[in-house]
């Protein structure tokens, strides 16, 4: 920092000042400072700088060791919201999303005097692990359980669900199926409340739904089932995996898509656009979901006393061939 100083022509004082964005400083030298950091690729030590400020500038996430689209998509959406708003991320994957295995990659976290906390908790057995948390520590759950009152944010599955379903029922099909994911992720289960609303609320049946992980494979398997049901016209998959799994079962089987069976997925995964034929899928927004995250964590790291909000983020609705018209 002395040097940036020198080089600068400024003091000490004005360096750290710039570095921490104070209001008091001409723009020509804020500039001048700028400069002098690009020239000499001068990086601040964050280790010192949250000794002298008490403030950490390092954000820890928990979340599943997995390739999942979606756990995998908030995470690269959140660690670019955070280096955008000038913090660094620590991210502790777990293998499962037990009490114990969270708890345990919090206090890793917490070791590290993270500022503040992000914990992708899609299971309630995630959420169980932040019940030992220190009072006063900023976390924040992002697609964990809907009905927590405090410090979530999540995409509205219901509502994501609800549009799929009922853009089956508009194209004319008398009911709709369901191949769901996991019961014991919330996601999973805010898919099936959606889609069985909107069969009732259409006085529809509402056949049993067809249990699965979130796999291509499981798709497949749903699909070589369903796809020997003739009364079978219109599918509703938790995430996009499943559809292709089950497009694949049904081509196998002589069921054309969308003619004989309409399909619409749930992620919008990047392949969804090039699948044959191009898949009909709800859209989540990750990037709105990790900012509103960081937006909750930064009003709880300025006021401690402050009661963390919830919002939710709705889910839009992408309308391709696979649906017939």
Do not use: C
């Amino acid at each position: 920092m002395t040097d940036v100083a020198r080089l600068a022509g400024v003091s000490h004082q004005t360096v750290s000042r710039v570095l921490n964005d104070h209001p008091n400083v001409k723009e020509q030298t804020r500039l001048r400072v700028r400069a002098a950091i690009a020239e000499l690729g001068y990086r601040p030590n964050r280790a010192a700088r949250t000794l002298v400020t008490g403030r950490s500038q390092l954000l820890g996430v928990v979340t599943l060791n997995s390739t999942l689209f979606g756990p995998a998509s908030l995470l690269a959406a959140f660690e670019q919201a955070a280096a955008e708003a000038g913090f660094a991320v620590s991210v502790a994957s777990v293998v499962r999303l037990d009490r114990e295995s969270v708890a345990a990659a919090v206090d890793r976290h917490l070791d590290q005097r993270v500022a503040g906390l992000v914990v992708i908790a899609p299971t309630a057995s995630a959420g169980e692990g932040l019940a030992a948390l220190p009072a006063g520590v900023p976390v924040v759950t992002i697609d964990g359980d809907p009905n927590r009152a405090h410090g979530l944010v999540t995409v509205d599955q219901v509502a994501g669900a609800r549009a799929a379903t009922q853009h089956l029922l508009d194209a004319g099909h008398r009911t709709v199926w369901h191949v769901s994911g996991p019961p014991d992720w919330y996601d999973a289960a805010g898919r099936i409340e959606g889609w069985r609303r909107t069969l009732q609320a259409a006085g529809a049946e509402v056949p049993p739904p067809v249990q699965a992980d979130w796999s291509a494979a499981a798709g497949y398997a749903a699909g070589q089932m369903l796809a020997r049901m003739p009364e079978v016209t219109a599918v509703f998959t938790a995430n996009d995996h499943l559809a292709l799994g089950l497009l694949r079962a049904l081509y196998e089987r002589g069921r054309r898509v969308p003619e004989d069976v309409s399909v619409v997925g749930f992620d919008d995964v990047p392949e969804a656009a090039f699948l044959i034929p191009p898949l009909t899928t709800v859209r989540p927004d990750f990037a709105a979901v990790a900012l509103a995250g960081l937006d909750l964590l930064l009003a709880q790291m300025a006021d401690a006393d402050a009661a963390p909000g919830q919002t939710v983020v709705e889910p839009e609705l992408v309308v391709r061939n696979s649906v017939r018209r």
